[in-house]
């Protein structure tokens, strides 16, 4: 039920990271966040709705924390008719489809536990701008969210779902979503595949895992298998499908991270070698939020 | 900077789930959770501050979702001095050490955005219990949060971090803490060394996924290596050391991850096999939150 929302936004700026053929090597661990800096990326997310990027000088001390914050800005979403889970970890409860900004941008303006107001300050012995209570003093910490999705496998086919809601509406991903508190991932992706495909399936063995800084979100993806040989699209799907790794609908994905997940699968296929993938999806910085096939898998890792 | 924070709770309940020697399936999909179960749950679980489970009948259909969700009640953890990433994505300004309840659980009065008061029910076309503005009608989702780390490699030996704060204060972990907005769970796992240990390092592999569903975490850690032969205790840490496999505290971790985590990489130098590892931590049955013995690693899976 809970939706995997993935919008990329276009980019001007780079990266600071260095990357080597062997591991990956972050190259901000020395340098503590200039305050003003944070402060001023951090205004400007809040204040930049519906606006991807805010471009803005690059730090003097090029800090890849910093750099990606600022990136950090607004990829929008839509809704359908029902009531949904967001990648923000807020929802609308108007039965129109909609366009919202990314809560893990928006501005926190109240306290959710007292109902104080909120002010916009770096904690003693913190770095980062957080949302802090003016009433309790409680600060309220907004985390990457978590995607978990399953890659099954049936006959040297895979099984994709066609989107029934937006965003990407009739576009193809594999069966994915939010996790929730209290399951596992294997069991968020096994109710995933249950609610979008209707298919019984055991997960096998992890295979990838993708973060997309850019938005908060991380994809956790699973090779799994039918139990059964039934499937039919859940209510969020149009179709669901079995495609042979020749005909995978590369330019009708709904997402990046499928692109990326279903890319590593065939070469592993044609490797003869399953392998466990990390990597980091980057937009590529000019393209669309909406061309899927305009990113950069950096850090990539096997296991 | 940012603590991972890790107390499970003593559980009587039992789970749901069937697991094959090949791969993992969860039983649930199929039983949609009867409403009036879930409302019972999340009211429990919000009135039951500080106490870690609510002993409550087993639904008539057992649900493995629902079943996490009545267990998933109140994990407690401390803060030191300083103002601190929860695991709860709350903190307190309080300077004293502090015992609080875990957010994943908390009822949420206000609403974030419009600072409304929230009811908790469930939406239309969901199952599941949110926090509803009655203003706005905004929902809040609640989701598992990651806690990111290093298990540093350096002359057949690993580095392990004496906590100088609480929770757990005077043991010993890895490196970790929780991924930021902004940040790819590499970058953050880098970050926390650093911060913990002072130690520059390279990430080599990605080594284990490790969900607690009970306090609605995710551990991901990864294989690295000192760029620089240099690392000195972090204000976190009292202290930081290379430990031989032979001589790994084991009675003196701080949490129940990091011990999985060391078990695991041991059996695999042994094997003289690399691999990665997924599994779930269960809590033993009538256990102690601080007993890092304590506990099951169910549907362990390997890439």
């Given at each position: 039920?809970?939706?995997?929302?993935?919008?990329?936004?276009?980019?001007?700026?780079?990266?600071?990271t260095?990357?080597t053929t062997k591991?990956?090597?972050?190259?901000?661990?020395?340098?503590?966040?200039?305050?003003?800096t944070?402060t001023?990326a951090?205004?400007?997310?809040?204040?930049?709705?519906?606006?991807?990027?805010?471009p803005?000088?690059?730090?003097?001390?090029p800090?890849?924390?910093?750099?990606?914050?600022?990136?950090s800005?607004?990829?929008?979403?839509?809704?359908?008719?029902?009531?949904?889970?967001?990648?923000?970890?807020?929802?609308s409860?108007?039965?129109?489809?909609?366009?919202?900004?990314?809560g893990s941008v928006r501005?926190?303006?109240?306290?959710?536990w007292?109902?104080?107001?909120?002010?916009?300050d770096?904690?003693?012995g913190?770095?980062?701008?957080?949302?802090?209570?003016?009433?309790c003093?409680?600060?309220?910490?907004?985390?990457?969210k978590?995607?978990?999705?399953?890659?099954?496998?049936?006959d040297?086919?895979?099984?994709?779902?066609k989107r029934n809601?937006?965003?990407?509406?009739?576009?193809?991903?594999?069966?994915?979503?939010?996790?929730?508190?209290?399951?596992?991932a294997a069991?968020?992706?096994i109710?995933?595949?249950?609610e979008?495909?209707?298919a019984?399936?055991?997960v096998?063995s992890p295979?990838?895992?993708l973060?997309?800084p850019?938005?908060?979100?991380?994809?956790?993806?699973?090779?799994?298998?039918l139990?059964?040989?039934?499937?039919?699209p859940?209510?969020e799907?149009?179709?669901?499908?079995?495609?042979?790794?020749?005909?995978?609908?590369f330019d009708?994905?709904?997402?990046?991270?499928?692109?990326?997940?279903?890319k590593?699968?065939?070469?592993?296929?044609k490797?003869g070698?399953?392998?466990?993938?990390?990597?980091?999806i980057?937009?590529?910085?000019?393209s669309s939020?909406?061309?899927?096939?305009a990113?950069?898998?950096d850090?990539?890792l096997q296991?």
């Amino acid at each position: 039920m809970l939706k995997a929302i993935q919008n990329l936004g276009s980019s001007t700026t780079t990266t600071t990271t260095t990357t080597t053929t062997k591991g990956f090597v972050a190259s901000f661990y020395r340098l503590k966040p200039p305050h003003a800096t944070t402060t001023s990326a951090f205004v400007s997310i809040s204040s930049s709705l519906l606006s991807y990027y805010s471009p803005r000088t690059r730090p003097t001390k090029p800090l890849l924390f910093l750099t990606r914050k600022t990136r950090s800005l607004e990829p929008v979403r839509a809704h359908s008719t029902r009531s949904e889970s967001k990648m923000d970890g807020t929802s609308s409860s108007s039965s129109a489809v909609a366009v919202q900004s990314s809560g893990s941008v928006r501005k926190i303006n109240f306290c959710q536990w007292c109902g104080g107001q909120t002010k916009h300050d770096i904690p003693d012995g913190e770095e980062k701008m957080r949302a802090i209570c003016t009433v309790c003093g409680k600060i309220t910490y907004q985390n990457p969210k978590m995607v978990v999705g399953c890659l099954i496998e049936h006959d040297n086919k895979v099984l994709l779902c066609k989107r029934n809601i937006q965003p990407s509406f009739g576009l193809w991903t594999l069966p994915a979503g939010y996790l929730e508190i209290g399951e596992s991932a294997a069991e968020g992706a096994i109710r995933e595949t249950w609610e979008e495909a209707h298919a019984e399936v055991e997960v096998v063995s992890p295979f990838a895992h993708l973060d997309i800084p850019l938005i908060g979100q991380t994809y956790i993806i699973f090779l799994a298998k039918l139990r059964k040989p039934h499937f039919s699209p859940g209510p969020e799907s149009l179709e669901c499908q079995l495609f042979s790794l020749d005909d995978i609908p590369f330019d009708s994905l709904a997402f990046s991270s499928m692109a990326v997940t279903l890319k590593l699968y065939i070469e592993d296929v044609k490797a003869g070698s399953r392998k466990f993938h990390y990597g980091t999806i980057n937009k590529r910085p000019g393209s669309s939020p909406s061309d899927t096939h305009a990113y950069t898998l950096d850090n990539h890792l096997q296991s």
